[in-house]
């Protein structure tokens, strides 16, 4: 299977431009004296050292000798293409140019030599990425399902009253209808009245047991009328 030949015009333009300059190193290095091979070598010369001199740049955009070497290259390259365009008398170079074209191959070496083995560049770290924030779910407080009914916690007692010898405690009768007691409650008063009678002797009254307990009057009494 043939794969199909497509024409850059980019790489073209580069052939074409690169074949004229070539041409131009060579006129120059023959007209300065340079003849048979050593003619056709000086614009290779050229070109190798403006490539590498490039390619350093693209690795290493700070690298100065590359900038340098380059410029040096790509001077050489312009000067060769204007002075063969009829500014310069080929048939009678100047001293001074053919100086410049039998001192370049020992400049092309220290170029290219430098070039070669200049120090690659450190590459930079990439920095880590940062870790993505996790979102904690809290979770909501519990709600006990069951209320426990707390029992009123008990008053403390007081140091019984001592009694008076001969004379009872004034007993106020309960009254005839009994209010509804919780059953909690009637075991605190019976407790209060059994440690009353242990302390004093006596039954607990009506008022006493209000006063332990903290209760209405008619609750007491409803409560005094079922410890009886």
């Given amino acids: 299977m043939f794969r199909t030949l497509r024409l850059d015009p980019v790489l073209i333009q580069a052939v074409i431009a690169g074949a004229l300059s070539f041409a131009h190193l060579h006129d120059l290095a023959a007209a300065a004296g340079q003849d048979g091979w050593k003619a056709w070598a000086y614009p290779v010369s050229v070109d190798l050292l403006l490539v590498a001199a490039w390619r350093r740049m693209r690795q ?89 009914e707390r029992a009123p916690e008990p008053v403390p007692e007081l140091p019984p009253a001592a009694p008076v010898p001969g004379e009872a405690p004034p007993q106020v009768a309960p009254s005839a209808s009994a209010a509804p007691v919780p059953p909690a409650l009637l075991d605190h008063a019976r407790k209060i009245a059994d440690a009353h009678r242990a302390q004093t002797g006596v039954p607990i009254d009506v008022t006493t047991l209000r006063n332990r307990l903290g209760v209405p009057a008619a609750l007491a009494d409803s409560i005094a009328l079922q410890l009886t």
């Fill in 60 to 148: 290493d955009s700070g690298n100065r000798d590359a900038w340098l070497w380059f410029a040096i290259a790509l001077t050489a390259s312009l000067g060769a293409n204007v002075a063969t365009a009829g500014l310069l008398d080929m048939q009678d170079v100047p001293d001074w140019l053919r100086i410049l074209v039998a001192g370049w191959p020992a400049l092309a070496f220290l170029g290219g030599t430098l070039l070669a083995h200049a120090p690659a560049p450190t590459p930079k770290p990439e920095p880590e990425p940062e870790p993505e924030p996790v979102e904690e779910e809290i979770a909501p407080a519990s709600v006990p399902d069951v209320i426990v």
